[in-house]
């Protein structure tokens, strides 16, 4: 049996095509939480914070003064992004809960059949 047989088999078996499946809707779905975290949390966290956009919040470590994130980052200053990575870890913190949440259905309906 030659290698491309064999992948052909391996590619089609079940799982690998599950797998595949998996991670692209899992991409997919990752780029709407970034969305609603990004374009629908926090706009309205920022307002009740005092105006604040959090995707601009940022510590500069070069000494330097700038207008915003952007203009840090094209000068070429060190800077500590503290709003990215509060929006990186709402992101994770939302996308953790509906994975368990779908989990938790699953196990349901697994020992409801099993009844």
């Not at 590619?11 to 970034?34: S, T, Y």
């Not at 709003?83 to 938790?104: E, P």
């Amino acid at each position: 049996m030659g290698m491309m047989q064999e992948f052909k088999e391996f590619a089609v078996q079940g799982n690998a095509v599950d797998m595949a499946v998996g991670i692209i809707i899992g991409a997919g779905f990752g780029k709407i939480v970034n969305s609603l975290v990004t374009d629908i949390i926090m706009p309205p966290v920022g307002m009740l914070t005092g105006q604040r956009d959090f995707s601009n919040l940022y510590i500069n470590l070069s000494g330097g003064q700038y207008e915003n994130l952007a203009a840090a980052k094209a000068a070429g200053a060190a800077t500590m992004n503290i709003g990215v990575f509060i929006n990186t870890c709402l992101d994770f913190g939302i996308l953790a809960f509906v994975i368990f949440m779908m989990i938790r259905q699953m196990n349901r309906l697994r020992t409801q059949e099993g009844k």
